[in-house]
């Protein structure tokens, strides 16, 4: 029974570059939350997305940072033209969506730029 | 803002029980309590949740006051591994909208010494 499946596991990109991080729920999940974890700093949530939708992305930096999950494949976190501000570990969790929702987590992708 | 306070940091002798408070005083009615923990920058672990009753999982046990402002989360026979930030966070049920995201405050440094 595999868990949350994130990759890549790490990830460098210039500044300017683009980053995508790519999230699998877990077999039955059809609600991914992500999270982003500054240095030195706690876990912060960014967005809310079931299949084909954004639930609620309140946490989302106004520009550059998007997020989908498809109807197939994975749930993508993609940031464009990165900044060194932008570096952390961003981890992504999914729930069944039943009442008494418990969000699993993966193991993170940590994202550095140069 | 977290809707939860737990001390800084904590120490346990290996072998012994770890005992990690939880103050949540203005949780309401329909809020779940839940602990997840997080081993040194791997992803956040799920550790338990609860409602009104105290529940007993494989990993710990979750003692819930009767007015239910606090909680308590317990680590029958702590070792080494256990060392991480212990998280309790206050959350309603999910009902698919923007309240499902879980609010992270700093959490608990536990050090189980050997």
């Known amino acids: 029974n595999a868990g949350v499946m994130q990759n890549p596991r790490h990830l460098v990109r210039r500044r300017g570059q683009e980053a995508r991080l790519r999230c699998s729920p877990m077999?039955?999940?059809?609600?991914v939350y992500w999270y982003r974890q500054l240095p030195e700093e706690g876990l912060k949530f960014m967005v809310y997305?079931?299949?084909?939708?954004?639930?609620?992305e309140s946490g989302m930096p106004k520009e550059r940072f998007s997020a989908e999950f498809p109807k197939e494949g994975p749930s993508i976190l993609r940031i464009q033209q990165v900044v060194r501000g932008d570096s952390a570990a961003y981890f992504c969790?999914?729930?069944?969506?039943?009442?008494?929702?418990?969000?699993?987590f993966g193991p993170g992708t940590r994202l550095t730029v140069l | 803002d977290a809707k939860t306070t737990q001390p800084t940091s904590m120490d346990c002798a290996e072998g012994r029980a770890a005992n990690l408070p939880c103050n949540h005083s203005?949780?309401?009615?329909?809020?779940?309590v839940y602990w997840y923990r997080q081993i040194h920058s791997q992803g956040p672990q799920y550790i338990i949740h609860?409602?009104?009753n105290n529940e007993t999982n494989e990993m710990a046990s979750l003692i819930i006051t009767e007015d239910r402002k606090s909680s308590t989360l317990i680590l029958p026979h702590a070792t080494l591994r256990d060392t991480a930030v212990y998280y309790c966070?206050?959350?309603?049920?999910?009902?698919?909208?923007?309240?499902?995201?879980?609010?992270f405050g700093t959490g608990t440094l536990l050090a189980v010494q050997p």
């Open positions: 969790a999914s729930s069944p969506g039943t009442a008494r929702d418990t969000q699993y």
């Open positions: 077999k039955g999940h059809s609600h």
């Open positions: 997305l079931q299949k084909e939708n954004i639930i609620d």
């Open positions: 203005t949780i309401s009615g329909n809020e779940y």
């Open positions: 609860g409602l009104k």
């Open positions: 966070i206050v959350r309603p049920p999910n009902r698919g909208g923007a309240t499902n995201k879980l609010i």
